[in-house]
């Protein structure tokens, strides 16, 4: 069973900058499409951002395009979300998810929940105002 593993999170002042890692643990990410996720309390996990297997192509919710970056390198099995311009309303549980290439568009990402099949168990942002 795959498993991820994210890091990087914790409390910061807005405006601050954070930088995720999702790492893959047995198995590599070589072949699969890369999501991340946030869920505040109270509310319905979202879609941050996306990644293709390729790293060709990306995609970014409205409410953090331009502020974040999703990146990976497959030599590590690790991707990446750069966070800056951090706002309180950033203030989430942060979840790395992962597909099979095969299960999606070629070269294409989607940030949709029910896409996934891998989970992470979620690393903490909390943004201070």
């Known amino acids: 069973q795959p498993q991820l593993v994210e890091s990087g999170g914790a409390l910061v002042q807005s405006g601050g900058s954070l930088r995720l890692s999702c790492a893959a643990v047995?198995?590599?990410?070589?072949?699969?499409?890369i999501g991340w996720f946030r869920q505040a309390p109270g509310k319905e996990r979202e879609g941050v951002s996306c990644?293709?297997?390729?790293?060709?192509?990306?995609d970014y919710a409205g409410s953090v395009e331009g502020r974040f970056t999703i990146s990976r390198d497959n030599a590590k099995d690790t991707v990446y979300l750069q966070m800056n311009s951090l706002k309180p309303e950033d203030t989430a549980t942060y979840y790395c998810?992962?597909?099979?290439?095969?299960?999606?568009?070629?070269?294409?990402?989607?940030?949709?929940?029910?896409?996934?099949?891998?989970w992470g168990q979620g690393t903490q942002v909390t943004v201070s105002s």
């Open positions: 998810a992962a597909v099979h290439e095969k299960s999606t568009v070629q070269d294409m990402c989607a940030r949709t929940r029910l896409l996934y099949d891998y």
């Open positions: 047995g198995f590599t990410l070589d072949y699969y499409v």
């Open positions: 990644i293709s297997s390729s790293g060709g192509y990306t």
